[in-house]
């Protein structure tokens, strides 16, 4: 299957609803709402598995005493598999929020 465009993929349910097709996901009104309908089938099947092609590797900078930091690039939605201390090459404990204000 050839990587279809996101005007494609709506143009796609559009004829299977026997409507026109058009040439903005902002035609129409309902050419809005499936657009809506093809993100979030999108998401849900993103948010199905963890993907390897949707993984990124970040790293961060980190300093002593610090547990809060911006991740820049990891976007809106993201989740977090695994850190790994590159220095001392091992993989760090996840900790809940709780434990770390009180440690």
């Known amino acids: 299957m050839a ?4 005007l494609e993929l709506v143009n796609d349910v559009l004829v299977r609803l026997r409507e026109n097709e ?4 902002n035609d129409t009104t309902y050419s809005k709402l499936i657009s809506k309908f093809v993100n979030d089938a999108k998401r849900q099947v993103e948010d ?3 993907w390897n092609a ?3 590797t970040l ?3 980190t300093t002593a005493n610090l ?3 911006v991740m820049t690039g990891a976007g809106i939605r993201f989740r977090i598999f ?9 993989f760090m404990e996840n900790a ?3 434990d770390m204000n009180n440690w």
């Open 82 to 90: 695994d850190v790994l201390n590159d220095t001392s090459n091992w």
């Open 59 to 61: 790293t961060v900078s």
């Open 67 to 69: 547990f809060n930091y």
């Open 96 to 98: 809940s929020t709780s």
């Open 3 to 6: 990587n279809k465009t996101y």
């Open 22 to 25: 058009v040439t903005s996901v």
């Open 48 to 50: 199905a598995y963890n």
């Open 54 to 56: 949707l993984s990124e």
